[in-house]
């Protein structure tokens, strides 16, 4: 399952992410399924867009047998986050 928060971002995000991800909550997407490369564009797709006005913040993350704590985050935006693995345990550092 993928995850996609955003917050205080333009309405074209939301429109872009409703189209592809259901809005479970204000701001939160779900998708049970996506492909990683399809991921990957999306995300591409986010910061680009994020580039243009840096405001306001995403995050995304995706189960991932390959890291730490199974899973992957990827974020952009302020408040900046920080990932910390700590013994395993993945932990979100302001």
Avoid: C
Wanted: glycine share 6%.
């Amino acid at each position: 399952m993928i995850t996609i928060v955003v917050r205080t971002l333009e309405p074209r995000f939301h429109g872009f992410l409703s189209s592809i991800m259901l809005e479970v909550s204000q701001g939160v997407f779900v998708q049970p399924s996506m492909s990683s490369s399809i991921r990957d564009t999306v995300w591409q797709t986010l910061a680009d867009w994020y580039e243009e006005t840096r405001n306001g913040s995403i995050l995304m993350f995706w189960p991932s047998r390959k890291q730490n704590g199974k899973l992957m985050i990827r974020t952009l935006g302020e408040p900046s986050r920080e990932v910390v693995d700590f013994d395993g345990l993945l932990l979100i550092k302001k």
